[in-house]
Protein backbone atom coordinates (compact mmCIF):
# COMPACT_ATOMS: atom_id res chain seq x y z
CA UNK A 1 0.00 0.00 0.00
CA UNK A 2 1.09 3.25 -1.18
CA UNK A 3 1.07 5.78 1.62
CA UNK A 4 0.18 9.60 0.70
CA UNK A 5 3.24 11.84 2.33
CA UNK A 6 1.60 14.63 4.38
CA UNK A 7 0.96 18.34 2.54
CA UNK A 8 3.97 19.62 4.56
CA UNK A 9 6.89 16.70 3.50
CA UNK A 10 5.51 17.45 -0.77
CA UNK A 11 6.16 21.35 0.02
CA UNK A 12 9.70 20.43 2.40
CA UNK A 13 10.83 18.15 -0.44
CA UNK A 14 10.04 21.50 -3.17
CA UNK A 15 12.45 23.10 -1.09
CA UNK A 16 15.31 20.63 -0.51
CA UNK A 17 18.85 22.00 -0.42
CA UNK A 18 21.61 20.16 -1.47
CA UNK A 19 22.24 16.39 -1.87
CA UNK A 20 20.12 14.16 0.26
CA UNK A 21 21.80 11.42 2.34
CA UNK A 22 20.07 7.52 1.51
CA UNK A 23 21.01 5.14 3.90
CA UNK A 24 20.85 0.92 3.71
CA UNK A 25 21.75 -1.53 6.01
CA UNK A 26 23.76 -4.62 4.07
CA UNK A 27 22.80 -8.47 5.03
CA UNK A 28 25.06 -8.09 8.22
CA UNK A 29 23.66 -4.86 9.91
CA UNK A 30 26.06 -2.24 9.06
CA UNK A 31 24.84 0.64 7.69
CA UNK A 32 25.99 2.33 4.63
CA UNK A 33 25.18 5.93 3.67
CA UNK A 34 25.91 8.00 0.55
CA UNK A 35 25.14 11.82 -0.69
CA UNK A 36 22.18 10.92 -3.52
CA UNK A 37 21.50 13.81 -6.09
CA UNK A 38 19.53 12.11 -8.99
CA UNK A 39 16.40 12.16 -7.01
CA UNK A 40 12.75 12.80 -8.21
CA UNK A 41 9.23 12.35 -5.97
CA UNK A 42 6.57 10.29 -8.09
CA UNK A 43 2.88 11.44 -8.54
CA UNK A 44 2.05 9.25 -5.58
CA UNK A 45 4.47 10.72 -3.07
CA UNK A 46 7.15 7.62 -3.37
CA UNK A 47 10.94 8.47 -3.88
CA UNK A 48 12.81 7.85 -6.51
CA UNK A 49 16.88 7.79 -6.15
CA UNK A 50 18.22 6.87 -9.84
CA UNK A 51 20.89 4.15 -9.82
CA UNK A 52 23.96 5.56 -11.66
CA UNK A 53 27.13 5.13 -9.16
CA UNK A 54 25.28 3.05 -6.48
CA UNK A 55 26.89 -0.11 -6.04
CA UNK A 56 26.60 -1.57 -1.82
CA UNK A 57 23.54 0.46 -1.96
CA UNK A 58 22.21 -1.40 -5.01
CA UNK A 59 23.08 -4.32 -3.50
CA UNK A 60 21.87 -3.73 -0.30
CA UNK A 61 18.31 -2.81 -1.86
CA UNK A 62 18.46 -5.96 -3.54
CA UNK A 63 18.81 -7.91 0.29
CA UNK A 64 15.67 -6.40 1.59
CA UNK A 65 14.90 -4.63 4.42
CA UNK A 66 14.57 -0.39 5.19
CA UNK A 67 15.98 2.40 4.46
CA UNK A 68 16.27 5.62 5.35
CA UNK A 69 16.71 9.17 3.43
CA UNK A 70 17.75 12.24 5.16
CA UNK A 71 16.86 15.96 4.11
CA UNK A 72 17.09 19.35 5.12
CA UNK A 73 15.27 22.20 3.40
CA UNK A 74 16.18 25.94 2.64
CA UNK A 75 14.96 27.05 5.73
CA UNK A 76 17.25 24.65 7.34
CA UNK A 77 14.50 22.12 8.71
CA UNK A 78 15.34 18.62 8.47
CA UNK A 79 13.43 15.51 7.07
CA UNK A 80 13.61 11.90 7.79
CA UNK A 81 11.71 9.33 5.39
CA UNK A 82 11.76 5.63 6.37
CA UNK A 83 10.59 2.80 4.44
CA UNK A 84 11.26 -0.04 1.74
CA UNK A 85 13.32 0.57 -1.04
CA UNK A 86 12.23 -1.68 -4.35
CA UNK A 87 14.92 -1.71 -7.27
CA UNK A 88 13.89 -1.92 -10.79
CA UNK A 89 16.12 -1.63 -14.05
CA UNK A 90 13.06 -1.90 -16.34
CA UNK A 91 9.45 -1.41 -16.48
CA UNK A 92 7.31 1.57 -15.65
CA UNK A 93 8.90 2.90 -12.42
CA UNK A 94 12.49 2.57 -14.99
CA UNK A 95 10.99 4.00 -18.04
CA UNK A 96 9.73 7.15 -15.66
CA UNK A 97 13.53 7.67 -14.19
CA UNK A 98 14.51 7.90 -17.88
CA UNK A 99 12.47 11.20 -18.17
CA UNK A 100 13.57 12.90 -15.40
CA UNK A 101 17.49 11.60 -14.74
CA UNK A 102 20.20 13.29 -16.78
CA UNK A 103 21.34 10.98 -19.27
CA UNK A 104 25.31 11.95 -19.27
CA UNK A 105 24.52 9.55 -16.20
CA UNK A 106 24.43 5.25 -16.56
CA UNK A 107 20.98 4.86 -15.12
CA UNK A 108 21.27 1.58 -14.41
CA UNK A 109 18.24 1.43 -12.47
CA UNK A 110 16.18 3.31 -10.02
CA UNK A 111 15.25 2.45 -6.47
CA UNK A 112 12.06 3.11 -5.30
CA UNK A 113 11.18 3.87 -1.22
CA UNK A 114 7.51 3.80 -0.11
CA UNK A 115 7.43 6.12 2.88
CA UNK A 116 6.20 4.54 5.94
CA UNK A 117 6.95 6.94 8.66
CA UNK A 118 8.33 10.48 8.11
CA UNK A 119 9.82 12.66 10.87
CA UNK A 120 10.23 16.21 10.76
CA UNK A 121 13.02 16.65 13.81
CA UNK A 122 11.56 14.33 16.64
CA UNK A 123 7.81 15.08 15.34
CA UNK A 124 6.36 12.01 13.63
CA UNK A 125 4.59 13.68 10.59
CA UNK A 126 3.38 9.71 9.04
Known amino acids: MIRQLPQEVV ?3 KNREGPLVLTTVDDAGAPNSIYATIV ?3 ADGRISIADNYLHKTASN ?3 GGTAAI ?3 TISRKAYQIKGPLEYYNAGPLYEEMLTWADEKHPRKG ?3 MNPEEVYCGSERLL
Open 61 to 63: IKN
Open 110 to 112: VAI
Open 70 to 72: LFI
Open 11 to 13: SAW
Open 40 to 42: HMT
